[in-house]
């Protein structure tokens, strides 16, 4: 019964999946190669060295008009090592059972 | 346990790491110039730990220190973030740029690329790869050392 | 305007659905991972090819061969989503290494202890 439903739902999500790419490739100007809606992306590759003196765009978006998200990205990597330092630290009965 | 690989492959890993440590410490200085920046960097220089642990399986006991340079690394991006703030703009703000200086040259158009140029995001970029070093070199250190594959020297 | 150019979009679909396979028949907990890993670089993909613009050069200007530039915003948010691939996968690898310390298994079946 359980795999019925995950057949069902992986066809599902296959279906819409592929229709999404044929409505994409049906859009006039649109989909790959082509993209409509850059205007933000235009007033960065134009601005970026006025504002910043950097020479590399993607790093311009990264640090200075998308830093919060790189911060949160910081933090991210910071939380994901305190899980594994927990996760992976040396509790009692792991003590006893191997030395 | 005796984890250690040949001679071979450690003296092989002994020399291998130079190349790798200072061609991800280009990738870091380098990031506002070409492709690469601190995350990118911070993943190469921790490939090297990842070499030794393999071909050494014996590391010392550098916890601690990996810890406080993670946190070292955090904080000071998020005080190079505070500095657009204190000098009265908002958060991110890339108060250093062009103001002379280290860092704080200009550039206009396409040009050969100048190492002093950028204001706040080289300083940003060293201090990521700083934490993205210790964050993926402790994780590696100890998945390694709980999983059994590292002896570790006190 | 045919099939060809939409190559990476089939091919963004095609691991997606690869992962969810795998994430979905696969009893095995690395295998899972695997998957996730896999769903992972299905998106990156999928934001690197939505950056694209045909014809133009990387948004970097040192020594640039000419000023037409592809998106850069899509590539800094694939930069984030690789770091916090590379943090979610460590955190899960580490927990498939308490499992198997708990439970001497690493399928998925077998470490439900909590449910009885």
Redesign the interface.
């Known amino acids: 019964m359980k795999k019925i439903i995950a057949v069902i739902a992986l066809i599902v999500i296959s279906a819409f999946l592929f229709g999404g790419v044929v409505e994409m490739r049906n859009q006039d100007g649109g989909g790959f190669g082509n993209p409509v809606e850059t205007e933000m992306d235009e007033y960065f590759l134009e601005n970026s060295q006025d504002h910043n003196q950097v020479n590399n765009v993607v790093t311009a978006v990264l640090f200075d008009y998308r830093g919060l998200d790189t911060l949160g990205e910081a933090t991210v990597l910071f939380s994901a090592v305190s899980g594994v330092l927990t996760v992976l630290r040396k509790t009692i009965s792991s003590k006893e059972g191997e030395e | 346990m005796n984890v250690k690989m040949s001679v071979v492959v450690r003296t092989v890993a002994d020399i291998m790491v130079v190349p790798i440590v200072v061609f991800g410490i280009y990738l870091i200085l380098h990031g506002h110039l070409t492709p690469g920046g601190g995350f990118q960097g911070g993943a190469v220089v921790a490939s090297s730990t990842a070499l030794l642990i393999v071909a050494h399986g014996a590391m010392k006991d550098n916890k601690t220190d990996l810890s406080n340079m993670e946190s070292t690394g955090l904080t000071l991006f998020f005080l190079l973030a505070m500095v657009g703030l204190i000098m009265g703009f908002s958060l991110f703000y890339n108060s250093l740029a062009g103001t002379g200086g280290i860092f704080g040259g200009t550039v206009s158009g396409i040009n050969p690329g100048y190492i002093n140029t950028g204001g706040t995001i080289p300083l940003m970029n060293i201090v990521v790869g700083m934490e993205v070093i210790a964050a993926l070199s402790l994780i590696l250190w100890m998945m390694a050392k709980r999983s059994g594959s590292l002896e570790v020297e006190k | 305007?045919n099939?060809f150019?939409?190559f990476?979009?089939?091919m963004v679909?095609t691991l997606?659905?690869m992962g969810?396979?795998v994430v979905?028949?696969k009893k095995n907990l690395i295998k899972m991972i695997m998957g996730i890993a896999i769903i992972q670089n299905g998106a990156n993909l999928f934001l690197v090819?939505?950056?694209?613009?045909?014809g133009y050069v990387?948004?970097?200007?040192?020594?640039?061969p000419a000023?037409d530039?592809v998106?850069?915003?899509p590539?800094?948010?694939t930069?984030?989503s690789?770091?916090?691939g590379?943090?979610?996968t460590?955190?899960m690898?580490?927990?498939v290494?308490?499992l198997k310390?708990h439970y001497g298994s690493i399928n998925s079946d077998d470490a439900r202890r909590c449910r009885e």
């Open positions: 305007m099939w150019n939409f990476p979009l089939i679909v997606v659905i969810l396979y979905l028949f090819s939505l950056a694209y613009r045909e990387a948004p970097i200007w040192t020594s640039a000023t530039m998106l850069p915003t590539h800094a948010l930069l984030t690789i770091v916090i590379v943090a979610t460590a955190l690898l580490s927990f290494i308490m310390k």
